[in-house]
């Protein structure tokens, strides 16, 4: 009897669920041979600690937060600028020791000649001491990643000195350079107890004209500088520069300590430089008057601030704390000011985050200083669950420039949507030179459209969707109404395409189907929607069901037997010796968080490692490294660890270039590379801690410290408006509720019981081994009253455990006649 009403089930089962496309025996064997076959015995080791690059130069401190140095970067006889540490506020930038300073949206440049406007850096100068003298002096170099103060040390027969340089973080229009001299012995006379400087000379440049310079305030100097040629419409700039009268020569006589200071205050806001050069000045006075430096207690007062807001923090090695400090600081130092003390206009928008930060960018610099797709893919991952409110700043960019995006869509030959640049300035405009196959690199409407959901989902920001200033809503729906546009039906595939473009693989250009580009299309089409309904818009109207069904019916270039996506369409033709130059396939899986199942993933990791050019980018590693902690390949995912900064960091300053030791450009590439510190910031906080950002929960999958370390601490770590602290450790995680915002939120674990716990301000939870390692998430009760974002394409049966190709089904057919067969029986 049991065997007969067994198998009646399973027939009418079957007969039910012809449609859904039950799977072939062929199927079900090729796909448990890869379920079951490709996860390969792994041996257990400790991934091998290689040196970081150096310079000939090493990291003398044992502090993790600052460097120390006897020795400073060379190159032929000269201090090698690539390698010394950047100061900035994200208004204004300078390289220690260069002759540059760049200001927040001043350029110079027609079209793709446009780069960052080069300003004489008027108080950066060393300390010379006569030859006798410096034949005994011992000179130390120290740079503080907490206060962004670079300290020289010099320690002479006559006294101690002091010569600290700093780009102000309250004041935003300051660089500041200080000399404290501490007389050691009496000398003979006050001749031989003197410093000199040297001073750049102010005239009209490559890049400014030099229109007008008169004294202030009784010996401090105005200059005014325009640029010479504007990125568009030709409207140039002007820019304002006060400086005190510098000094030449500081002697130490019969005073125990002696001060100086040289101030240099820049903006285009001519009064707003004077108003903070005087206050700069008037601090630095009174201190001095007091033997206190009270501008500098400020500006370390400042970064604390910004530092207690939020930060990633490891114990338990030097090496990697280090590397986690001072990524932070160069990308923070580089973030909107929005903490200072007299932000900028709001008509001088922070021109969004290059690759190299604030402090590099001229016309000889990689780059120029312009924004690129990786400001919203690499750099914003790694800030928005610590300054979610600089990630918005950020954003607003890409919103600024939104008309020449709509222009630049209308030009491309599509009425609806924006289309973004692949390198862009002041104006929004394509201003890249010589690059005729990036006008195809569509995955930057995907990347932007792609930070747009991460910081939605992890603040609600109603502001950022109500404040018209920003236009969220637009960002987010115009930057996937073009990519949906740009989908057409094949009807031979019986899918929708997306032809003739460039992935960020770099080496195959103009391409169909890039796996990357059409996934993120899709997510952007899928999340458009959503947001549209956040936006208290029409939601049916603006993403109409035609572009849901681009979403749902996209072509993925996959190979159904081997279980793994090609990067492109007929990649898989192609010799097998071509390599790829970078990330790209294996993004699917981290950022993108794709919904397939985890065997593809492997499979991607594992052919694609053999495809990645060994000379690649700081932009790779990092990824591979999610991906294998992701499913679980912690051996692997060490290895890839070690491999994302070994090769990219200088010593001693921990200053990450483009491209590593084993690349023939290295010494072309850029340095002060954010996109590379982002990357290795992102392996920890979405690798090891086990981060996800949800549409609508935070997911925490099986939280590990990172490799060598004992702890991750996420420190002043926002959800939704909520501040906690969060530290990992091998045996548990702790999490400490700081503070709650406008939601309530509960935390559940993914263990059996499934249990629910209210968080709440003051309450500490404690996650046990176990339970951390089945996972967790946070999520508001409060939901948002919009259909969840879809976020699958239909593809064949096996792809994913939720999702089959011809029919939205959450759980496989297949999969529910063996549950329902096997329950039948047990009644039975």
């Not at 009270?294 to 114990?315: C, N, Q």
């Not at 159904?560 to 071509?578: A, K, N, T, V």
């Amino acid at each position: 009897m049991k065997f007969y009403l067994g198998f009646f089930v399973i027939t009418a089962l079957a007969i039910f669920c012809n449609a859904f496309q039950i799977p072939s025996f062929e199927d079900v064997r090729q796909s448990w041979g890869n379920l079951v076959g490709s996860k390969k015995p792994v041996k257990k080791q400790r991934a091998k600690r290689s040196y970081q690059r150096s310079t000939g130069t090493g990291d003398e401190s044992s502090t993790p937060t600052e460097a120390q140095t006897s020795t400073l970067p060379m190159k032929n006889g000269k201090i090698n600028l690539r390698y010394m540490p950047t100061l900035g506020n994200g208004h204004l930038g300078a390289t220690v020791y260069s002759d540059a300073v760049y200001l927040n949206g001043l350029f110079n440049g027609a079209g793709d000649k446009s780069h960052r406007a080069k300003i004489p850096a008027l108080t950066m100068s060393r300390a010379k001491l006569r030859e006798d003298n410096e034949k005994t002096a011992q000179r130390k170099f120290n740079f503080d990643s907490r206060t962004g103060v670079f300290t020289e040390k010099i320690e002479c027969d006559f006294a101690n000195i002091e010569h600290k340089i700093y780009v102000h973080a309250k004041y935003i229009r300051l660089l500041v350079s200080t000399i404290k001299m501490t007389k050691r012995q009496i000398t003979g006379s006050s001749s031989s107890g003197k410093i000199t400087f040297t001073y750049p000379q102010v005239n009209s440049t490559n890049d400014l004209s030099l229109v007008s310079k008169r004294s202030v305030d009784g010996g401090s100097l105005r200059y005014i500088m325009k640029t010479k040629e504007a990125e568009q419409d030709g409207k140039t700039n002007e820019v304002s520069i006060y400086m005190n009268d510098p000094i030449n020569d500081l002697s130490i006589g019969f005073r125990k300590v002696e001060y100086a200071a040289v101030l240099m205050a820049v903006d285009k806001d001519g009064s707003a430089a004077y108003n903070e050069f005087k206050k700069g000045m008037l601090l630095m006075e009174r201190g001095f008057e007091k033997e206190q430096d009270f501008l500098l207690e400020e500006h370390i007062e400042h970064w604390k601030k910004i530092w207690d807001a939020g930060r990633l923090e490891v114990e338990g090695d030097l090496i990697i704390s280090k590397l986690v400090n001072f990524a932070q600081y160069y990308i923070y130092s580089s973030l909107p000011p929005v903490y200072a003390h007299q932000r900028p206009s709001r008509e001088d928008v922070y021109l969004g985050m290059s690759r190299v930060g604030s402090a590099w960018g001229g016309a000889n610099d990689p780059y120029k200083g312009h924004v690129m797709w990786d400001s919203e893919m690499y750099i914003i991952p790694s800030v928005v669950l610590f300054h979610p409110e600089h990630v918005k700043h950020m954003l607003w960019y890409r919103g600024h420039v939104s008309a020449n995006a709509k222009v630049a869509a209308e030009a491309d030959g599509i009425t609806k949507g924006n289309k973004y640049p692949w390198r862009s300035g002041t104006s929004g405009k394509d201003v890249t030179p010589n690059c005729p196959d990036c006008a195809n690199r569509l995955y930057v409407n995907g990347a932007i459209a792609f930070a747009v959901r991460t910081f939605f989902s992890a603040t609600r920001d109603r502001d950022y969707i109500t404040n018209l200033e920003y236009k969220g809503c637009d960002l987010m729906i115009e930057s996937a109404r073009y990519l949906a546009e740009k989908a057409l039906y094949d009807p031979k595939k019986g899918r929708y395409v997306i032809n003739e473009v460039t992935g960020p693989d770099e080496y195959h250009k103009n391409i169909n189907n890039n796996a990357f580009t059409n996934v993120l299309a899709s997510l952007a089409i899928h999340y458009a929607r959503y947001f549209a309904c956040q936006c208290e818009k029409p939601e049916a109207e603006i993403i109409p069901e035609t572009y849901i069904q681009k979403a749902l019916y996209m072509y993925l270039p996959f190979d159904i037997s081997r279980r793994l996506h090609y990067q492109f369409e007929g990649f898989q033709d192609r010799p097998p010796s071509e390599r790829v130059s970078q990330a790209d396939t294996i993004m699917l899986g981290y950022p993108l968080n794709w919904n397939m199942s985890m065997d593809i993933y492997r499979n991607d990791l594992e052919y694609y490692e053999t495809k990645t050019d060994q000379s690649t980018s700081a932009l790779t590693w990092s990824f591979f490294t999610v991906g294998w902690k992701w499913i679980e390949e912690t051996s692997k995912a060490k290895s890839f660890f070690l491999k994302s900064y070994q090769d990219f960091v200088v010593q001693p300053f921990k200053v990450w270039t483009e491209y590593g030791d084993h690349s023939n450009v290295q010494n072309e590439g850029a340095v002060n590379f954010l996109p590379g510190m982002g990357g290795f910031l992102q392996s920890i906080i979405f690798g090891f801690a086990g981060v996800r950002i949800r549409p609508e929960m935070l997911e925490f999958h099986n939280p590990i410290p990172a490799p060598d370390t004992d702890k991750i601490k996420l420190l002043g770590f926002t959800y939704l408006g909520a501040k906690m602290d969060i530290e990992i450790t091998e045996d548990r995680v702790i999490i400490k509720v700081k503070s709650l915002g406008l939601y309530p939120l509960k935390l559940k674990r993914n263990n059996t019981e499934g249990r629910e716990e209210e968080l709440e301000r003051g309450k500490t939870i404690e996650i046990d081994e176990q339970d951390k390692a089945k996972g967790f998430y946070i999520f508001s009760p409060e939901g948002t009253g919009c259909e969840h974002p879809r976020d699958y394409v239909y593809m064949p049966w096996g792809y994913s455990p939720f999702i089959n190709s011809a029919n939205i089904v959450r759980i496989s057919p297949f999969y529910i006649i063996i549950l329902v067969a096997a329950l039948i029986m047990k009644i039975t």
